[in-house]
C-alpha cells in the first residue's frame, strides 16, 4: 500500500546549526503535507504545512521543501536550539483523503 | 484557552476489562479522530468522525469502539477483544475532516496489568 516514510532514524547537531529532517512519500495523489512535532510524553504539535501547488513555504526558523517530481519533503530548521530536541513526523493526505498518513519519525538530537 | 483535554494521563487495565478513553475539545471543531502510538512508531488511525452521530473505522478499528454524541466529545472504548492494548493514545481535532491541519491532545498511556 502506499506509505510515508524517513530516511534517517535519528539525527545529532550542535546547537546553532541548520538542522534538515526528510521524509519520503509514495502516494502520488497526495497533495498536502505537513510536520509536526512531538515532546516525549506529549501530543505532536504543529510546526508547518505545505500544499502540492507550492514547492517552498517559510515559517519562523523553519523551511519545508517539496519535490514532487521525487516526491521528496524536507524540513529545515535554522539555528537549532536544544528545546528543538524531539521527535518530527511527516505526514501527508489526499482530496479523496479522510485523515493524514504519518511516517515513523525522526529523532532529532541538538547538543550544546 | 481552546484545546483538546485527554483524561487520564495514565490508565491500567486488567485482562477481561473494557476501558474508556476521554477526549474533550473546545475549538469547536467538526472532526475528531484517534490515534494509536507504538514506541519508535508513527501513528496509526483507529477512528474518526466528520460529524456529530457519526463515525468510520481507520487502519486499526479491531477492538476498539467510539462514540460521537456532542460535538466536543470523542470517548475510545479499548475492549477485551483488542489483544495488545498497551500504547500511547492521542486525540486529535480539526476543522473538518480532510487535508488540513489536526490539532492533538497530550495523550493517555494505556499498559495492562
Known amino acids: 500500500g502506499e506509505s510515508v516514510g524517513l530516511h534517517l532514524p535519528t539525527l545529532s547537531v550542535q546547537e546553532g546549526d541548520n538542522s534538515i529532517i526528510n521524509c519520503a512519500y509514495s502516494?502520488?495523489?497526495?497533495?498536502?503535507f505537513i510536520w509536526y512535532k512531538q515532546e516525549s510524553g506529549k501530543g505532536p504539535q504543529f510546526i508547518i504545512d505545505?500544499?502540492?501547488?507550492?514547492d517552498k513555504r517559510q515559517g519562523q526558523r523553519v523551511t519545508v521543501l517539496l519535490n514532487k517530481t521525487v516526491k521528496h519533503l524536507s524540513l529545515q530548521i535554522a539555528a537549532t536550539q536544544p528545546g528543538d530536541s524531539a521527535v518530527y513526523f511527516c505526514?501527508?493526505?489526499?482530496?479523496?483523503?479522510?485523515?493524514?498518513?504519518f511516517g515513523k519519525g525522526t529523532s532529532l538530537l541538538v547538543t550544546p | 484557552d481552546g484545546g483538546i483535554t485527554q483524561s487520564p494521563k495514565y490508565l491500567f487495565r486488567k485482562e477481561g476489562q473494557n476501558v474508556t478513553l476521554s477526549c474533550e475539545q473546545n475549538l469547536n471543531h467538526d472532526a475528531m479522530y484517534w490515534y494509536r502510538q507504538d514506541p519508535g512508531q508513527g501513528l496509526r488511525l483507529i477512528y474518526y468522525?466528520?460529524?456529530?452521530?457519526?463515525?468510520q473505522k481507520g487502519d486499526i478499528a479491531e477492538g476498539y469502539s467510539v462514540s460521537r454524541e456532542k460535538k466536543e466529545s470523542f470517548p475510545l472504548t479499548v475492549t477485551s477483544a483488542q489483544k495488545n492494548p498497551t500504547a500511547f493514545y492521542l486525540c486529535?481535532?480539526?476543522?473538518?475532516?480532510?487535508?488540513?491541519?489536526?490539532?492533538f491532545g497530550d495523550g493517555t498511556r494505556l499498559s495492562i496489568l
Open positions: 502516494n502520488s495523489a497526495s497533495d498536502y
Open positions: 505526514a501527508e493526505s489526499s482530496n479523496s483523503g479522510y485523515a493524514l498518513n
Open positions: 486529535a481535532s480539526s476543522i473538518k475532516q480532510g487535508p488540513q491541519p489536526q490539532h
Open positions: 468522525s466528520q460529524i456529530v452521530n457519526d463515525f
Open positions: 505545505i500544499r502540492s501547488n507550492m
